[in-house]
């Protein structure tokens, strides 16, 4: 019964001030709104940079030559398809290997010569880089051993050399060299130019690009694991096989994209400990906020307090009754909070790819509103303790 009489109080003197409550609990508003909107976005960031990675190829492992400057590196030091091969043989966790070789070409579209880059690829090749063909088909079996002059060539290179018409089946020529298209890919997520495969890129068997130069070195050499667990095993595995087929002296870089996932981890979780920052810097000030506007309330109802306890109201019930009051504020704006911290992503996934999810976390939910509740509390507590402690004579002669 105290308990619920100090609960009928506290609401009451918030009803009678209400613009008040309301300004006092606008900072515990954007507090709690933060948290959950740091929270969702950082999972967001997160999801989207895994899914980007994820695309190229999480179980990606690749290796190529470290060239000397100023030195031209030996045949023996060269990547070949018999490491390819031996990759694929010798590494249990390697479900399937590629290499390529790329050189400059020039293509010449109305008159004006354009850079390309001329890929010979491997089998595998597209099954390792996930490649997406917009039209037309991929190599078969029969373009490699026939040695057939076929190609694939890029989106944007194919808009730029045949406009709105259809590529497939129409020649290319780059230098001497005439190729026909039978298909147009593109990357499933975009590298902005920082692998193998440019804007303008022209992918070709790899036995035709060894007929062309006579020589069948490999720039990368490409290796899929059988999951992202295994793929520091296999960089290690790959590493001192490479080592093993070539001599001594010969130095090969075996990268995987865990690095880049471990960098991007890291950016987010320093971005999100910074916008937590933020966050309980608004909750820090609304709680001083509600300290405040409690002090004054004390003040302006010390003759309500002493009237309160003259007739029998315990401190106890006094203190209560302040507390509720800060729990309140701050509960009522700690809610407020989290249903904008829940709208805005819910908006916001309107306007998002089809395959970005903006995931709301329950944790953040739960965590906002006890923050902001417990703020409100300990910033309360001061102004209760000090209502509950005032003697009742002085408080009716208070004016």
């Known amino acids: 019964m105290q308990f619920r009489e100090s609960m009928t109080v506290a609401v ?17 508003i954007i507090g709690s709104a933060s948290i959950v909107l740091v929270v ?21 492992v690749w290796a190529e030559m470290v060239k000397t400057p100023d030195k031209v590196q030996p045949l023996s030091h060269r990547l070949t398809l018999q490491d390819v091969a031996a990759v694929k043989e010798t590494i249990p966790d390697v479900t399937m290997a590629a290499g390529f070789t790329d050189m400059p070409m020039t293509v010449v579209v109305q008159g004006v010569t354009r850079p390309v880059s001329l890929i010979g690829v491997t089998d595998g090749y597209q099954h390792i880089r996930r490649l997406v063909i917009l039209r037309g088909r991929y190599f078969d079996s029969a373009d490699a051993e026939t040695h057939g002059k076929v ?41 902005y130019g920082l692998t193998e495969l440019q804007d303008e890129s022209v992918l070709i068997p790899f036995p035709l690009m060894k007929y062309y130069t006579g020589s069948e070195i490999l720039q990368q050499v490409l290796a899929q694991a059988t999951s992202p667990d295994e793929v520091e095993s296999v960089e290690r595995q790959m590493e001192r096989l490479l080592k093993s087929r070539h001599p001594a002296e010969a130095s090969y870089d075996v990268r995987t994209l865990t690095a880049i996932l471990s ?80 709208a805005i992503p819910v908006f916001v996934q309107q306007l998002l790819p089809g395959n970005l999810r903006v995931p709301i976390s329950p944790a953040s939910v739960i965590v906002a509103f006890l923050v902001s509740c417990s703020t409100g509390l300990f910033f309360g507590w001061l102004p209760a303790s000090q209502a509950a402690k005032l003697v009742p004579v002085e408080s009716l002669r208070y004016e």
């Open 12 to 28: 009451d003197a918030l009803r009678s001030n209400k613009l008040r409550a309301i300004l006092t609990s606008i900072g515990v």
């Open 40 to 60: 969702t976005v950082a999972l967001t960031s997160q999801r989207y940079v895994i899914s980007q990675i994820e695309a190229i190829g999480s179980n990606l």
């Open 151 to 191: 190609c694939l060539i890029t989106k944007k290179l194919a808009d730029g050399v045949y406009g709105v018409d259809n590529p497939i089946g129409r020649s290319i020529r780059m230098g001497e060299l005439t190729f026909t298209v039978i298909g147009v890919f593109r990357e499933r997520a975009a590298t």
């Open 263 to 342: 960098a991007a981890h890291t950016i987010s979780r320093a971005l999100t400990v910074l916008l937590l920052a933020v966050s309980a810097i608004a909750l820090l000030i609304s709680g001083i906020g509600i300290m405040n506007i409690m002090l004054v309330t004390v003040k302006e109802r010390t003759r309500e307090i002493g009237i309160r306890k003259a007739v029998g109201a315990a401190r106890q019930e006094i203190l209560w009754q302040f507390l509720i009051e800060a729990f309140l504020i701050s509960g009522g704006g700690a809610v407020i909070g989290i249903l904008l911290g829940i």
